[in-house]
């Protein structure tokens, strides 16, 4: 009996090994279809030093660490030079501040770059030396107007302004410098005009529009630059708004901006795309003197098409499992789902199946002892002589055996004990055959009185003829 049970269990644990390398097999294809995992650090492409996309990478950053991702901040001359890096196969996991309108729609689309959506308005000012707005752009014939750096998304947007103007190189001298160093030689006199492309917050408007030694520029044709240009939104900024006890602006100014998008490779990863909205949610959410609460970020694609990743954010918020659980746990629970979701596709009819497969086994081994014994009681059946007779009994002993060998689980033993009854028919019958033929072979003698031995010394008297028919 503790055999039996031994090899039972031996049986169980073949079972457990085999559906254990089924699954370890499962895991390893799934793990060959989905092998990658985020990147534990991610470039972004910002700005010059002290510009808004400075500031904003900081934020950015802090908010990364936070999940235990590093974002290391690249300092560029803006969103022309951090298109063009993020557009770099080299670039690897990488990210950038786009400024709106700065793409020719007639080059390439640049299909491996995403929009996660747009995050910002970033009014263009022009500011010039001086306490009030120049009467006509005259004013400013020969003097040193700061366009922007070479790459930064400033000198993009001056140049294509000017150039609706009519104005070139041979009317003023185009200068290139960073928004900081704009604002000094603004406020040292050594520029004419200067051209920022920075949000309300930035320190460097600030500076210039409370300094009193700059003036802001109107533009009084607000309008028509938002109709020439359709990425451009016509923008206020309210009177007194930078210091109501000054008065400054001392009246409503007309203003337009490009919006900021946030680019991204579209093979980044999805987890850190999503970590990217999160946080941007938590910057750019907020009220602004342009934009109500709520306004930005915005699923607005102007220059890149919208990462399905963004979209479904848009549409439904972070996955399920980022709001509940630290990053990298719901990284890690996801790409868990991912790889079990196919797995229990795979796993849930095999194992289900198992059972019925091993119950099959087992009674195509009874069936196939029940196949020999057809064999036998066939030749029974056909007339057997005493040579079949007599091969037939160790052979029904020996499936006899064997059958006693043989082990079950107790849901099938039921086959086995109706197998044994009808081997001992089986039996029972060969036995009646061979009794019945050694009868019949005594039957055909007849019986014969034994011989009585002559006493010493006398003849064997011949036996008297009987009687004679007449």
Known sequence: MFSHALRGQKRVVAVAVAAAAVLALAIWVAVLIFPRAPPHTVVMFTGPEGSTYAELGIRYREILARAGVELKLVPTAGAVENLHRLADPAAGPSVAFVQGGIVDKGADPRPALVSLGTLQFEPLWFFHAGSRDPYTLDALRGERIAIGAEGSGTRALALRLLAVNRIDAGFAKFVALSPNDSAEQLLRGELGAAFVSASWSSPVVQRLLTSGRAALVNYPRADAYVALFPFLTRLTLPEGVADMATDVPPHDISLFAPKVSLVVRSDLHDAIQYLLLQAAAEIHSGPDVFQAAGRFPAPEAD????????????????????????????????????????????????????PGLYAWSVRRRIYRLYGELKFAEGEINAGANDDDIARLQPRLLELEQRVNRLHVPVMHAHMLYTLKMHIALVRSELSSRSAGSAAGRAGSAGPRPPEQPAPPGQAQAPAAPGPVSG
Do not use: C, H, T
């Not at 868990?336 to 199946?353: D, F, H, K, N, Q």
């Open 303 to 354: 220059d890149f098409p919208l990462s399905p990743n963004a979209r479904q954010y848009y549409k439904s918020g972070p996955p399920w499992l980022q709001r509940y659980l630290p990053f990298w746990l719901a990284v890690v629970a996801g790409q868990a789902a991912v790889l079990l979701i196919p797995l229990a596709g795979i796993l849930y009819p095999l194992l289900r199946g198992m």
